[in-house]
């Protein structure tokens, strides 16, 4: 009974990702494709609803951040710096940077997602692009490192997630490499961080506040 119950929940979360997108290119990043939502208000409503019957949190995973391309391009130009490494994409919401990490050659990469929905639009993103990604619903945080390289995309938006995460992410910095890529949050740590590239990522005003979102990759020092 367990087993139907969670199958039918996978076919569930399947078809409202397939109903609410369509399959299409980031602009930083037009080498993979993704069920992304083309205006924000629709899918917002639908997951209001979802949320109202299945509990379900608000779909970032159906939009293509600054931070996730910022991370993927930079993967996709410099592919050594995850060739043969153990990866973690952290907050992967449609799992973008995790994508790029294996189209590089990571030796293994690791999709970390928190809502359900954003783990079946790994999965399906993943498969639109012909890489096999292990995602589950799962918190790493607090979790021993098992990693080489955690990339974190666009992760400061909110004052309770920075404290959650951070503290946890600067331990991870003492025995592996983090880079965070942000598009000037408000909760950026102030002090800590190293720049490593600068981006000009297309964006969107039902999104953003401009139509292009200046983004940085930073090293997150121990």
């Not at 690791?110 to 929905?117: N, Y």
């Not at 945080?141 to 992760?155: E, N, Q, S, Y």
Request: aromatic letters at 6%; one cysteine or more.
């Amino acid at each position: 009974m367990k087993r139907l119950q969670y199958r039918q929940s996978v076919d569930r979360n399947a078809r409202f990702i397939a109903d609410h997108t369509i399959v299409a290119t980031a602009p930083l990043v037009p080498e993979i494709r993704l069920h992304l939502a083309t205006e924000i208000t629709p899918i917002w409503q639908a997951s209001e609803d979802w949320l109202a019957e299945h509990d379900v949190e608000p779909p970032f995973w159906a939009f293509a951040w600054p931070g996730g391309q910022a991370i993927a391009r930079h993967v996709l130009d410099n592919p050594s710096l995850v060739a043969g490494r153990r990866v973690l994409d952290f907050a992967a919401g449609g799992g973008i940077a995790a994508i790029a990490c294996l189209m590089a050659g990571a030796a293994s990469v690791e999709a970390a997602e928190i809502d359900r929905l954003a783990v079946a639009a790994i999965l399906a993103n993943a498969a639109l692009n012909g890489v096999d990604l292990p995602a589950a619903v799962l918190d790493v945080v607090d979790a021993p490192v098992r990693w080489d390289l955690i990339l974190c995309g666009d992760v400061c938006y909110e004052a309770p997630m920075t404290r959650h995460i951070l503290p946890w992410l600067q331990r991870c910095a003492a025995t592996a490499e983090v880079l965070v890529a942000d598009p000037g949050r408000a909760y950026l740590p102030a002090t800590g961080l190293q720049a490593v590239a600068h981006f000009d990522v297309p964006t969107s005003l039902e999104l953003e506040d401009r139509i292009m979102r200046p983004t940085t990759l930073y090293r997150l020092l121990a």
